[in-house]
């Protein structure tokens, strides 16, 4: 039961341009939401969280938004650039225990 | 700060072979997870350490795998016999605390080939 949905296998995005990848979630009782970059032959890395008595947090380039009653996170990346080429992974966690539930991943690739 | 290291970063067994993983987490992190990411699939949770207890090992297959982590701080996983299913990247990661929002920092991976 794949709790952490991400449907875009992969996009691609000029450079410069926003780059956004969504994210949808089941459970009702997550809370807190993260999303990873991953290199290839590397592990994932943290890039922007967001706990869910907020509904965006930004960071630089990058801005996460949280719809709670759609169940829905997106990742904005603006501008892009080449080195955001990645598999962008969403994860979340309800308030008990600590376990993180990873959706399939979306790559991302930025054309110079 | 030394990030989360993990050994062999690849290995190549035949099945009904065991094979063992380490992980060394970044120091001071008190939680340690192992988790299995099979090819164009998310991570998915082994098991769970706070300290050298076991906090979450329900999607552990138990009668292949076993996990340890003695003094709470370095960690094994370990797989026997393996299967071709177990072909797969497994990661380490570790977060400074149990409960709340917390963020897991992941180790490089070993890429596990059975064939």
């Known amino acids: 039961d794949q709790q952490v949905k991400q449907n875009s296998p992969s996009l691609s995005v000029q450079e410069g341009r926003i780059s956004i990848l969504n994210c949808d979630y089941t459970n009702s009782m997550f809370d807190y939401f993260l999303w990873y970059k991953k290199y290839p032959a590397e592990g994932p890395t943290f890039l922007i969280s967001i706990s869910s008595i907020k509904d965006k947090n930004e960071d630089g380039r990058f801005t996460v938004f949280l719809n709670k009653s759609a169940k829905h996170l997106s990742l904005h990346i603006v501008p892009s650039q080449p080195g955001d080429s990645a598999v962008y992974f969403c994860a979340s966690k309800g308030n008990t225990g600590n376990q993180f539930y990873f959706g399939t991943g979306t790559s991302l690739t930025v054309i110079p | 700060e030394a990030g989360v290291a993990q050994s062999p970063r690849y290995k190549i067994i035949e099945k009904r072979q065991s094979v063992a993983f380490w992980c060394n987490p970044i120091s001071g992190h008190a939680t340690l997870y192992w988790y299995q990411q099979i090819l164009g699939q998310g991570p998915k949770l082994l098991i769970q350490?706070?300290?050298?207890?076991?906090?979450?090992d329900s999607q552990l297959p138990k009668d292949r795998f076993s996990a340890e982590r003695l003094k709470g701080v370095d960690s094994t996983l370990k797989i026997q016999p393996a299967k071709l299913e177990d072909s797969a990247v497994y990661l380490c990661?570790?977060?400074?605390?149990?409960?709340?929002?917390?963020?897991?920092?992941f180790g490089p991976g070993t890429r596990l080939t059975v064939l």
């Open positions: 350490f706070q300290n050298n207890g076991v906090v979450d």
């Open positions: 990661a570790s977060s400074f605390q149990r409960g709340g929002p917390d963020t897991q920092y």
